[in-house]
């Protein structure tokens, strides 16, 4: 089974950028959708996914500011944000699925604030 580590989270000021970083092992990275997720108090929002064959979807809210995007002989997703907004602070997991099996990373906290 996949294993998950992300990193790259921090406080970045509202309209700065950062960069998320998911490094998988355990398994053959390449063939699972990869996604990002973030909770903050009180919600859980899907904001990225990107299939193994690179399809990519984003919630509304993070359309045009966000990309996510793989490298699959690295073994790496990331998720580039840009744009930061005070809303977009919360904790950031990633996750790793193929077909029935969803394996979740141990989230990195990403602050948006002045």
């Known amino acids: 089974q996949v294993q998950l580590v992300e990193s790259g989270g921090g406080l970045v000021q509202p309209g700065g950028s950062l960069r998320l970083s998911c490094a998988a092992s355990?398994?053959?990275?390449?063939?699972?959708?990869m996604g990002w997720y973030r909770q903050a108090p009180g919600q859980r929002e899907l904001v990225a996914t990107i299939t193994s064959g690179g399809s990519t979807n984003y919630a509304d809210s993070v359309k045009g500011r966000f990309t996510i995007s793989r490298d699959n002989p690295k073994n790496t997703a990331y998720l580039q944000m840009n744009s930061l907004k005070p809303e977009d602070t919360a904790v950031y997991y990633c996750?790793?699925?193929?077909?029935?099996?969803?394996?979740w990373g141990q989230g990195t906290l990403v602050t948006v604030s002045s």
């Open positions: 996750t790793a699925r193929f077909r029935s099996v969803e394996v």
């Open positions: 355990g398994s053959i990275f390449s063939i699972y959708t």
